[in-house]
């Protein structure tokens, strides 16, 4: 026999279904829960569903007020732990300029600690809007793509996209890394006045709580080359 709430372990099951069903074996309602641990139903219910990311220390706050045993608990927060510790790799696909942005926002919003590199261009996220465009209008014209080639409109929905992908700096419980080339400020993306914009930015993100932000040096030895890097 076990205490467990299915006999069947499933390691790839979400922390947040085997914390649902800890809690309905256990009929306890969304809300008491809540309160026991001092967050409000909707975030219970956001982490039961998977909406958002478990954070390994509120899995363990809620494991230990449903009581489930020390091995239980150790469990759910190591899952957590390695949800939350993924690393993306980034690919090239066939979708149009603002979707890729969207793509990318879904996994974004989906972490609370992002660890960013840019071997030649300035991280998406620090991207002013002007930047952003000048950047993208050549990309419309590497990409050969029929669907966007000479669209206005597709890079000015794409600069949107990504302009709204920008507000989780804001956004509070995030950490963010960034890493980037000194080449990339010397390679002019638009021309001076969007380049002095750029640093700016830069400079303002640096400044954030929750934001660190490198720049490995023109005459640094790699110990990897630089191939490639993540929006």
Do not use: C
Request: charged share 25%.
């Amino acid at each position: 026999m076990t205490d467990s709430p299915d006999f069947r372990i499933d390691l790839d099951e979400p922390v947040g279904v085997v914390l649902a069903r800890w809690r309905r074996r256990k009929k306890i309602p969304g809300q008491a829960l809540g309160d026991r641990v001092g967050m409000s139903q909707a975030k219970i219910s956001r982490l039961e569903t998977g909406a958002v990311t478990p954070d390994p220390g509120d899995v363990r706050l809620i494991a230990a007020a449903l009581g489930l045993p020390d091995d239980e608990v150790e469990r759910l927060v190591e899952l957590a732990e390695h949800t939350t510790n993924q690393l993306a790799d980034w690919w090239p696909t066939q979708q149009s300029l603002a979707n890729r942005q969207r793509d990318v926002r879904q996994l974004e919003t989906a972490s609370r600690e992002l660890r960013i590199f840019q071997p030649a261009v300035v991280v998406g996220l620090m991207q002013t809007s002007e930047y952003a465009r000048a950047l993208m209008t050549s990309l419309q014209v590497g990409l050969a793509d029929d669907r966007i080639a000479d669209s206005t409109e597709a890079v000015a929905e794409a600069v949107a996209a990504r302009m709204q992908r920008n507000q989780i700096l804001e956004q509070p419980g995030r950490r963010f890394h960034f890493v980037m080339a000194e080449a990339v400020l010397a390679n002019e993306i638009g021309g001076p006045a969007e380049m002095l914009g750029q640093i700016a930015r830069i400079q303002y993100i640096a400044g954030q709580e929750n934001a660190t932000v490198h720049i490995v040096a023109l005459d640094a030895l790699w110990p990897i080359p630089p191939f490639m890097g993540s929006p």
